[in-house]
């Protein structure tokens, strides 16, 4: 297939135009394919040429198989370069494409305010911060309002007071790192905690790369935070029934996001099947409305019950089918029994490679257990988590 010689960045020595053939016009655009077959023109030209000099009566043997070999050394050269920035220019398409085809505008957008000079000179300064000892030539950041003046004076307070909590690590105070402004995607050792604790949560069958979790204020803000990037107003989600009664608001209420029911039966347990999930898409399609993912809550709220291993594959080979993205919101995920087991949808994708880029979770430690320390003082750190394993998100939650 083209598109994948393509997205490996293959010289295409084993393409020739017939192969567009088998493309999905949606990928390859128009230009694109007219660009393509110039390329294989070109390359077929070079084979006609070298035979053609090979057969004919005015060249001896040994100038034709110099010139020959001559010319195609350097056509063959000329062509790789070109070859590589066909790949590259329709690979960068293709990316572009497929990000507006499964974003929203919002999170398919290059530039999120990055460019302003504010950030610039954030930039700069982070290449080269001033430092009185180690780096007195440095730049000196200016346009932050963080008042440090008091530091000294704070962390003496702190130094009398043992039993403030949370402002030490390894017996050492750490109130310089937590006091100033953080990364947007949150702290990078709470991450790397969380990625850990949520491999834990999931019997460690799946890990989780800290670089792939966006933190935010609960799993309202993670749900609501994904369906801003990956939805317009006006576009749709397939839910199954009974649901989680909060998500009309929580989906619906500033995104402009539909929610579509998927109807499930008590006769069969509430168990989402391929004949719900296709009831509910064309129903989305009647009312005018672009489906643009499921979803699950798994564990189940309000029905407690956990989806098998048969519905998540259904759902995600449903997915696939659709081109459309999968949200399982796995705030329960470490309150459940051991029977029946838990299956996460990161433990139902480990073994495909066509679906990672749709599939995301959102959680909260604070839910996921009640007996872990994210929950010793009664709920007090309320934190939610979207993992995402393309990035899509974690690039479009910045703007």
């Avoid at 929203?104 to 999120?112: E, G, M, Q």
Wanted: hydrophobic residues 40%; proline residues 5%; neutral net charge.
């Amino acid at each position: 297939m083209l598109v994948y010689e393509l997205l490996s960045l293959s010289p295409l020595q084993h393409l020739g135009p017939t192969d567009l053939l088998h493309c999905n016009p949606q990928f390859i655009s128009l230009p694109q394919q007219v660009a393509l077959f110039v390329f294989f023109w070109h390359k077929i030209s070079i084979n006609s040429l070298v035979t053609s000099l090979h057969a004919s009566p005015h060249c001896s043997l040994s100038l034709s198989l110099s010139l020959s070999l001559s010319l195609s050394l350097c056509l063959e050269s000329l062509l790789g370069s070109i070859s590589v920035l066909f790949c590259r220019y329709i690979v960068s398409s293709l990316y572009t494409r497929m990000n507006q085809k499964l974003l929203s505008r919002k999170a398919a957008c290059n530039v999120h305010g990055q460019d302003s000079s504010y950030f610039l000179g954030w930039q700069e300064y982070e290449k080269n911060p001033y430092d009185p000892i180690t780096n007195p030539g440095g730049m000196i950041q200016m346009g932050l309002a963080e008042n440090q003046l008091s530091f000294d004076l704070i962390e003496s307070w702190l130094r009398s007071h043992p039993d403030a909590a949370g402002f030490k690590k390894d017996g050492a105070l750490i109130f310089r790192e937590l006091a100033l402004f953080q990364d947007y995607h949150g702290l990078p050792a709470f991450k790397s905690a969380l990625a850990k604790f949520m491999g834990e949560v999931r019997g460690n069958k799946v890990t989780f790369e800290p670089c792939k979790l966006v933190l935010t204020a609960g799993a309202t803000s993670a749900n609501e935070t994904l369906v801003f990037c990956l939805a317009e107003p006006g576009e749709a989600f397939l839910l199954p029934t009974p649901y989680y009664p909060g998500f009309d608001r929580d989906l619906k209420w500033r995104t402009g996001a539909e929610i579509v029911p998927i109807h499930c039966s008590s006769s069969n347990g509430f168990r989402v099947t391929k004949v719900a999930l296709e009831a509910a898409h064309r129903h989305a399609q009647k009312r005018g409305l672009r489906v643009k993912g499921v979803l699950l809550t798994n564990p189940s709220n309000p029905l407690g019950t956990t989806m098998t291993r048969q519905e998540l594959d259904t759902l995600i080979d449903f997915v696939v089918a659709k081109d459309i993205h999968l949200i399982s919101d796995e705030i329960y995920s470490g309150t459940s029994f051991d029977s029946p087991e838990f299956v996460s949808i990161a433990e139902a994708i480990k073994d495909r490679n066509d679906v990672a880029h749709r599939v995301h979770i959102g959680c909260s430690p604070t839910m996921s257990s009640p007996r872990s320390t994210f929950s010793r003082t009664g709920g007090g750190l309320k934190n939610g988590t979207t993992c995402s394993w393309k990035g899509f998100v974690g690039s479009g939650s910045d703007a």
